[in-house]
């Protein structure tokens, strides 16, 4: 069984700083492209990045330059640093990854996996 993680959420003012984290658990052979998401109160999902394996990374149009992905395969966690935050930012976080896991029943091919969600308020 695979399982993600995230955490690093928070209440942050308007220019501050936060770094979610997005851990990765279980039977795991090989994690690809790993992305964040995000879902604010009555919108709908909205993507923000993603990085693949060989820590390529792309964003959302609107969000270069304040906001980072990165990985830590040693780790199997997947970081973004936001910076700048702006009350519009405020939304419930997610990450997603398709992973392929190892053992009896898994896909040959991996699938996606997605986690819980962190909450991040940025207000004063």
């Known amino acids: 069984q695979v399982q993600l993680v995230e955490s690093g959420g928070g209440l942050v003012q308007p220019g501050g700083s936060l770094r979610l984290a ?10 690809d492209t790993m992305g964040w998401y995000r879902q604010a109160p009555g919108k709908q999902r909205e993507w923000v990045g993603i990085i693949d394996s060989t820590a390529n990374t792309n964003y ?7 906001f980072t992905i990165s990985r830590d395969d040693a780790m199997n966690t997947m970081y973004l640093q936001m910076n700048s935050l702006k009350p519009e930012d405020t939304a419930l ?3 997603n990854a398709h992973i392929v896991c190892s053992g009896y029943g898994c896909p040959l091919r991996g699938k996606d996996y997605w986690g819980q969600g962190t909450q991040v308020t940025v207000s004063s």
């Open 22 to 31: 997005c851990a990765a658990s279980g039977s795991i052979f090989r994690i």
């Open 60 to 66: 959302a149009e609107s969000l270069k330059g304040r």
């Open 93 to 95: 976080y997610y990450c």
